[in-house]
């Protein structure tokens, strides 16, 4: 059985640590960090370790109804979309993932667009 992208790395322990620097990038953006205003930021960071961890297949699943219902009114347009992929890309990049396993977690990010972006 293959090691899975979530054990390779550490397991919940690093995911959150990614998950801390990505959201210390968004937040410093001008270009995203208006739409995490007012957000419950310990909720949303807990709930963002779990969808990465999930995506890197670690013991958590996400539905698609449920991210959809999450970003409806959002109105994260595409560009938005990539500028936050872009920001996870370095947070990964920072804690030490390979270039083929980045490329492999933003693939396993990008199948969730058409639930996340919720404008053209």
Not at 90 to 115: F, P, Q, Y
């Amino acid at each position: 059985m293959s090691q899975t992208l979530y054990d390779k790395y550490g397991g919940f322990k690093t995911v959150s640590r990614i998950v801390m620097t990505f959201y210390d990038l968004v937040l410093d953006s001008d270009e995203v960090g208006g739409f995490f205003e007012d957000v419950d930021l310990p909720r949303l960071v807990d709930h963002q370790t779990k969808f990465i961890s999930s995506l890197l297949g670690g013991p958590v699943s996400f539905n698609d109804d449920r991210l959809l219902a999450v970003h409806r009114t959002l109105d994260i347009g595409h560009a938005d979309f990539d500028f936050i992929s872009n920001l996870l890309c370095e947070a990964l990049e920072a804690h030490g993932m390979s270039e083929a396993d980045i490329k492999t977690t933003l693939a396993a990010v990008d199948s969730k667009r058409h639930v996340i972006v919720t404008t053209s």
